[in-house]
């Protein structure tokens, strides 16, 4: 079997290095933080745990995508799920008015249709392309063969707003439809239709918490790859790899440490790959500028509330919130106007009470509005910084306090993050939610595959394919074919679902 070196032991880093160790292969995984995870982190102030980045999943039902997969992985059984309201998973709020979104595109349908009754229509219609553009997939129908290759590659080049345009009339469902615009970072005229019928299908289908916290599930995951004779390595920052003429021979590590090897899957930002290959031709100048090139989402600043002991009843239910009305303008905002919208969640259920321990509010901001500090370290970027961040935190604070009056009383604490916070925590470039962007302006050209010019090189994370934790995986699945072919990795997630049905 071959060595193979992983670098990053995020969601991506990890699954190729579960996959892969347990068909024989000699796994290490390089994390170049103290602690691995990636986005799965989470971190504790004040005696309770808070969020980084998956808040919540979805098709997480044992015969649902996510849980077969989870199921294939053997970490299913493992972690705690709460499920959300199955009347309202999401709520979107415009203009004041709520918009629930209920579990099942029956009960969606049903739901829109009764508010917007002159487009009920419309309202199945466009459902059921969503819904088809997300099965068209080879892996949302676990077959290489049977996927809807045209249907696919149409609506990756139609943008979400155009489509919606023409299939509905209603101006006020038009911006409900787009309610979850944060949990893609979509841009208005750019953000393909094919990532928002992902999105809003993998959600429609179920929704869930972690209970104990996203990183649970990388715990895990690391202990089954040490079980099947996987490494992971933490403090160990990558600053080169080495190749001869033909491939890849090697990893180095800034402590010195050569760790040779046969084969390398790179899951961080590939602008961070390409930096590490300066002393090969393999690669050409033209595919080097692209990658450097390509638009990364919207970052965003996030509030972390720690509310008072048995204040707050725990919401079920995420808030997508627009003063202003239209979530296509929230990342048009000014200085003088932000934020334009929110999202907000609750975390740390208390079992005892059913109230919420912890609150999440995010909402977007751009890498520029905190570029000045970027050569400062964590914790350390002076008071010009820390202003900036209270000062923000407060305009928030204020926005939710006219839609939730008596909302500051209930907190206790609160603590922020900035881009400049998850770059460097998590290793994302510009501190953006989701890594690079989609753009229908750049066409093939803005989608970065997994395999590279050099043969023995690959990669994968939230750059391939998608982002989240069913496009990060899924695009670890496509790089471990490579390895393991794609059609037994689908006929071992079929037999779950095989099994369910039997059971």
């Given at each position: 079997?071959?060595?193979?070196?992983?670098?990053?032991?995020?969601?991506?880093?990890?699954?190729?290095?579960?996959?892969?160790?347990?068909?024989?292969?000699?796994?290490?995984?390089?994390?170049?933080?103290?602690?691995?995870?990636?986005?799965?982190?989470?971190?504790?102030?004040?005696?309770?745990?808070?969020?980084?980045?998956?808040?919540?999943?979805?098709?997480?039902?044992?015969?649902?995508?996510?849980?077969?997969?989870?199921?294939?992985?053997?970490?299913?059984?493992?972690?705690?799920?709460?499920?959300?309201?199955?009347?309202?998973?999401?709520?979107?709020?415009?203009?004041?008015?709520?918009?629930?979104?209920?579990?099942?595109?029956?009960?969606?349908?049903?739901?829109?249709?009764?508010?917007?009754?002159?487009?009920?229509?419309?309202?199945?219609?466009?459902?059921?392309?969503?819904?088809?553009?997300?099965?068209?997939?080879?892996?949302?129908?676990?077959?290489?063969?049977?996927?809807?290759?045209?249907?696919?590659?149409?609506?990756?080049?139609?943008?979400?707003?155009?489509?919606?345009?023409?299939?509905?009339?209603?101006?006020?469902?038009?911006?409900?439809?787009?309610?979850?615009?944060?949990?893609?970072?979509?841009?208005?005229?750019?953000?393909?239709?094919?990532?928002?019928?992902?999105?809003?299908?993998?959600?429609?289908?179920?929704?869930?918490?972690?209970?104990?916290?996203?990183?649970?599930?990388?715990?895990?995951?690391?202990?089954?790859?040490?079980?099947?004779?996987?490494?992971?390595?933490?403090?160990?920052?990558?600053?080169?790899?080495?190749?001869?003429?033909?491939?890849?021979?090697?990893?180095?590590?800034?402590?010195?440490?050569?760790?040779?090897?046969?084969?390398?899957?790179?899951?961080?930002?590939?602008?961070?790959?390409?930096?590490?290959?300066?002393?090969?031709?393999?690669?050409?100048?033209?595919?080097?500028?692209?990658?450097?090139?390509?638009?990364?989402?919207?970052?965003?600043?996030?509030?972390?509330?720690?509310?008072?002991?048995?204040?707050?009843?725990?919401?079920?239910?995420?808030?997508?919130?627009?003063?202003?009305?239209?979530?296509?303008?929230?990342?048009r905002y000014t200085d003088e106007n932000w934020p334009l919208g929110y999202l907000y969640m609750h975390f740390s259920r208390d079992e005892t009470t059913d109230t919420a321990k912890t609150g999440v509010v995010l909402s977007y901001m751009r890498y520029d509005d905190v570029r000045q500090w970027e050569g400062s370290e964590p914790m350390k970027?002076?008071?010009?910084?820390?202003?900036?961040?209270?000062?923000?935190?407060?305009?928030?604070?204020?926005?939710?306090?006219q839609r939730h009056p008596g909302f500051r009383d209930l907190i206790d604490v609160y603590y922020t993050s900035t881009p400049l916070t998850y770059r460097d925590y998590t290793g994302v470039e510009g501190g953006g939610m989701y890594g690079i962007a989609k753009d229908i302006s750049l066409g093939a050209a803005g989608r970065v595959t997994h395999a590279t010019r050099i043969p023995n090189l690959y990669l994968s994370g939230q750059n391939i394919n998608s982002h989240g934790i069913l496009g990060v995986i899924v695009g670890a699945v496509i790089?471990?074919?490579?390895?393991?072919?794609?059609?037994?990795?689908?006929?071992?997630?079929?037999?779950?679902?095989?099994?369910?049905?039997?059971?």
């Amino acid at each position: 079997m071959s060595r193979i070196t992983i670098i990053g032991s995020g969601l991506g880093g990890l699954t190729c290095g579960l996959i892969l160790a347990r068909e024989g292969h000699d796994v290490t995984i390089l994390e170049q933080q103290t602690r691995p995870g990636g986005c799965l982190q989470c971190f504790s102030r004040s005696g309770v745990k808070f969020e980084t980045g998956m808040h919540f999943i979805g098709s997480a039902e044992p015969d649902q995508l996510l849980g077969l997969i989870l199921r294939y992985l053997e970490v299913y059984d493992k972690v705690r799920l709460q499920p959300l309201d199955p009347q309202a998973y999401d709520i979107v709020v415009i203009d004041g008015e709520e918009f629930a979104y209920p579990k099942g595109y029956d009960k969606l349908t049903e739901a829109l249709t009764r508010r917007f009754p002159h487009e009920a229509e419309n309202i199945q219609k466009f459902l059921k392309l969503v819904k088809d553009v997300a099965n068209a997939s080879a892996m949302h129908r676990l077959s290489v063969d049977e996927s809807d290759f045209v249907l696919t590659t149409r609506y990756q080049m139609e943008s979400i707003n155009s489509v919606i345009d023409k299939h509905i009339s209603d101006p006020l469902l038009k911006r409900v439809l787009v309610g979850n615009l944060p949990l893609y970072a979509g841009i208005k005229d750019k953000t393909p239709f094919s990532t928002y019928a992902f999105i809003t299908d993998f959600y429609v289908k179920s929704a869930y918490r972690f209970a104990d916290g996203s990183e649970a599930l990388s715990d895990v995951m690391i202990d089954l790859i040490k079980s099947y004779g996987g490494r992971l390595i933490t403090a160990r920052k990558v600053v080169r790899i080495e190749c001869d003429e033909h491939k890849a021979r090697a990893v180095h590590t800034a402590d010195g440490t050569r760790y040779e090897t046969d084969y390398i899957i790179s899951t961080p930002h590939p602008a961070r790959t390409i930096e590490w290959l300066t002393d090969t031709k393999l690669l050409r100048p033209a595919y080097r500028n692209r990658i450097r090139g390509l638009p990364n989402t919207l970052g965003a600043f996030s509030l972390y509330i720690k509310f008072k002991s048995g204040a707050v009843p725990y919401l079920r239910s995420n808030y997508y919130e627009y003063p202003e009305g239209d979530p296509w303008k929230c990342d048009r905002y000014t200085d003088e106007n932000w934020p334009l919208g929110y999202l907000y969640m609750h975390f740390s259920r208390d079992e005892t009470t059913d109230t919420a321990k912890t609150g999440v509010v995010l909402s977007y901001m751009r890498y520029d509005d905190v570029r000045q500090w970027e050569g400062s370290e964590p914790m350390k970027r002076g008071k010009e910084y820390e202003e900036f961040k209270r000062r923000h935190a407060e305009r928030l604070l204020d926005v939710i306090e006219q839609r939730h009056p008596g909302f500051r009383d209930l907190i206790d604490v609160y603590y922020t993050s900035t881009p400049l916070t998850y770059r460097d925590y998590t290793g994302v470039e510009g501190g953006g939610m989701y890594g690079i962007a989609k753009d229908i302006s750049l066409g093939a050209a803005g989608r970065v595959t997994h395999a590279t010019r050099i043969p023995n090189l690959y990669l994968s994370g939230q750059n391939i394919n998608s982002h989240g934790i069913l496009g990060v995986i899924v695009g670890a699945v496509i790089t471990c074919s490579e390895f393991v072919p794609i059609d037994k990795i689908f006929s071992q997630i079929k037999s779950f679902y095989t099994s369910s049905l039997a059971q």
